[in-house]
């Protein structure tokens, strides 16, 4: 079977730093993105690893260990407005096909 | 720049009753893409379409069809709508090659 583990809520305060694991099982590995969505909206695209290592995006930071099948999205300096649902997602193929987690809730609080 | 155009936003359909989801996407992607999303739980692809004139099965096609009708429009059809379809529906796009999928704003769907 196919499987993306995240927690599923996780709370911190203002102006700390945060990480959001994923560890995944699936057939087919294009790499790992990470999407955020406020209260039900549309998701948007935070960032991508196909390969291991750091990539750095401002406040966000995604991390990529292939050999574990791992991965994790940090958050640094947080604010009130990155309270949202945090979703990893595996890319399968060429096609673009992904395949998502079910979600990580953080709730940042003052 | 609309981005991804998603019609309706809201929809209350009865069991039983058929209808079709339309999605446009003025970015000139290839891909595009069918999810559904269920209270507490990530997006489940439904179909896909890799590029014009092709369409594949995602997670939880059952139930639904798709027609991509142009480079521009992937429409998802619910011949006999039944209550477990109720969801939140959300079309995306992309470059074939390149990162990210950029999502409509989705369809509320309720099948009483």
């Known amino acids: 079977g196919q499987s993306l583990e995240q927690p599923s809520e996780v709370t911190a305060v203002e102006g700390a730093i945060v990480q959001i694991n994923c560890t995944y099982q699936t057939s087919g590995f294009y790499g790992l993105s990470w999407y955020q969505q406020h209260d039900g909206g549309a998701p948007t695209f935070l960032s991508y690893n196909a390969l291991d290592g750091l990539e750095e995006t401002g406040r966000f930071s995604s991390f990529l260990s292939r050999s574990d099948s791992y991965g994790y999205l940090l958050l640094q300096e947080l604010q009130m407005k990155d309270s949202a649902s945090y979703f990893c997602a595996v890319r399968q193929n060429q096609g673009g096909k992904l395949i998502f987690g079910q979600g990580t809730e953080l709730s940042v609080k003052p | 720049n609309a981005g991804v155009t998603q019609t309706p936003k809201f929809q209350v359909l009865k069991t039983g009753q058929s209808m079709t989801l339309q999605c446009a996407q003025d970015m000139n992607h290839n891909s595009m893409y069918w999810y559904r999303q269920d209270p507490g739980m990530g997006l489940r692809l439904i179909y896909y379409?890799?590029?014009?004139?092709?369409?594949d099965k995602g997670e939880v096609p059952n139930g639904y069809n798709v027609s991509r009708l142009n480079k521009r429009e992937f429409s998802l059809r619910l011949e006999s709508a039944a209550p477990s379809q109720t969801s939140v529906y959300f079309c995306a796009s992309s470059d074939t090659r390149v990162q990210p999928q950029h999502f409509g704003d989705g369809t509320r769907l309720s099948i009483l």
């Open positions: 379409s890799a590029s014009e004139g092709t369409t």
